[in-house]
């Protein structure tokens, strides 16, 4: 069974920084692409950003360009959200996914991990 379990979340302030971890594992699990998303109280789930499993390619929201980075350990099947300049608005809960080079999909989510920022 692939599951994806997320660490890292928390409360920091304004202009702060956390780093998300999400560690993929399963027996069959052939990774495409793992990214992030995020869901605030009252708003939809929205991306975070993303990165290509071979090469390592990244791709950002707009809003969180510059002061976030994703990164992956190919060897641990793990994904990384390191962020910094934190503001009040990128307070939510953030999820961690999984697009398997089954389906290049993603079916696969972690459980979700909140993020605070006071102001």
């Known amino acids: 069974q692939e599951q994806l379990e997320e660490s890292g979340g928390g409360l920091v302030q304004a202009g702060g920084s956390l780093t998300l971890s999400c560690a993929a594992s399963?027996?069959?699990?052939?990774?495409?692409?793992m990214g992030w998303r995020r869901q605030a109280p009252g708003k939809q789930r929205e991306f975070v950003a993303s990165i290509s499993w071979s090469d390592g390619r990244s791709i950002y929201a707009d809003s969180v360009k510059g002061r976030f980075t994703i990164s992956r350990d190919k060897a641990k099947n793990t994904v990384y959200l390191q962020m910094n300049s934190l503001k009040p608005e990128d307070t939510a809960v953030y999820y961690c996914?999984?697009?398997?080079?089954?389906?290049?999909?993603?079916?696969?989510w972690g459980q979700g991990t909140q993020v605070t920022v006071s102001s």
């Open positions: 996914a999984a697009a398997p080079t089954s389906t290049w999909s993603y079916d696969y």
């Open positions: 399963g027996r069959t699990f052939s990774l495409y692409e």
